[in-house]
């Protein structure tokens, strides 16, 4: 007798058991092998043959039965199972949620069971909840027409939390050339830490002249000049915070000639350059989450500007350094590389021609 299928597994399903006891019968007639010798040779204990041997000719099933009794002692109840559908119909327009109605049972003291209990019977009920309404996302609003796409035009910035110091940190950063301008760490997020942060940020860009005593103190006073040629000059791009939302931080950024950009509500992307750069910036430098002392993670962003903004070569900006950018470098590098990509290409070209011209 042949065998090429292997052992036989632990588990089979009827069919395969019939053939292994019509092989086994096979093998006692015609060449008077015991039952052991045939389940050894089949990799099968013989216990198991002598089990499906007996189900057999007492004329029952080989199909494997369920295991324990068909009804678990610790399933549900038939008013447990009616409180559960009676709870998502008095409470589902609410909650919403399996999860939620799970909790609402226990806590009214109707039913107490678990989450995925709660689901399980919902869906053999045929009980949909209802789904919540999809918020409609709103159109995006273009940038002025005088916001050109040059550095030091577009502004953004926003505010990251360090969890070891227990501070948050503002910083301010050029949309085009990324170059981060200033940075401000304080305790608290208000509009004190933006317009202090505008201010560093205005005095590195060499813009400090448009802070403008005289029409910051008439935009505090309540009078707001129509069509002044000196609004505005800067473009400031944030979410929707209370910090820079707030009618301090817009009498600040018009004395300043700045003008406020909001992204939608509930869309980070509207901020990607400075979300982008938050997560570089805890990505690579994941000790500053670890840093303690506000005044040492304060000394230590300093220093890091310093390496982003003159060292670190950004991928956005054509692997040139947002300091480049900045101030007008950036295209000339990147055409140089051109140039020398080309000309060094050009020039193993040549001397591969030469080579073969001495060694033919």
Wanted: charged fraction near 25%; glycine fraction near 10%.
């Amino acid at each position: 007798m042949g065998l090429t299928a292997g052992p036989v597994p632990p588990r089979v399903d009827a069919p395969v058991k019939a053939g292994v006891l019509e092989l086994i019968d096979h093998a006692a007639r015609e060449g008077g092998w015991s039952l052991r010798r045939s389940a050894a040779a089949l990799g099968v204990d013989h216990a198991r043959v002598l089990r499906w041997q007996a189900r057999a000719a007492a004329g029952g099933s080989l199909a494997d039965g369920k295991p324990g009794p068909d009804v678990p002692l610790h399933a549900l109840l038939d008013w447990e199972r009616a409180a559960i559908v009676k709870l998502a119909e008095d409470w589902g327009e609410i909650d919403r949620s399996h999860r939620k109605l799970a909790h609402r049972g226990s806590r009214l003291g109707l039913v107490h069971v678990s989450e995925s209990t709660v689901l399980r019977v919902l869906v053999a009920e045929g009980v949909c909840l209802p789904a919540p309404d999809r918020r409609e996302a709103g159109s995006r609003r273009a940038w002025p027409e005088w916001a050109e796409l040059v550095p030091g035009v577009i502004w953004i910035y926003d505010f990251t939390h360090f969890r070891a110091s227990g501070v948050c940190a503002v910083a301010v950063l050029d949309v085009v050339s990324r170059y981060w301008l200033s940075t401000c760490v304080s305790a608290e997020e208000s509009s004190t830490q933006v317009e202090v942060a505008f201010i560093d940020a205005l005095v590195v860009d060499g813009k400090e002249h448009l802070l403008d005593g005289h029409l910051l103190d008439e935009l505090r006073g309540g009078a707001v000049p129509d069509n002044d040629d000196r609004l505005p000059v800067l473009l400031a791009i944030s979410d929707n915070g209370p910090q820079m939302t707030s009618k301090a931080t817009a009498t600040f950024m018009a004395g300043a000639r700045i003008a406020q950009h909001f992204g939608r509500p509930g869309t980070p992307n509207d901020q990607a350059w400075v979300e982008s750069f938050f997560g570089h910036l805890k990505g690579e430098h994941p000790y500053l989450d670890k840093i303690g002392d506000p005044g040492e993670l304060e000394a230590e962003l300093r220093r890091l500007r310093v390496h982003y903004d003159t060292v670190r070569l950004h991928e956005g900006l054509g692997y040139v350094t947002p300091d480049d950018e900045h101030h007008g470098r950036g295209e000339g590098i990147r055409a140089a590389r051109r140039a020398g990509l080309k000309a060094a290409w050009q020039a193993r070209v040549a001397t591969r021609r030469t080579m073969g011209e001495d060694h033919p």
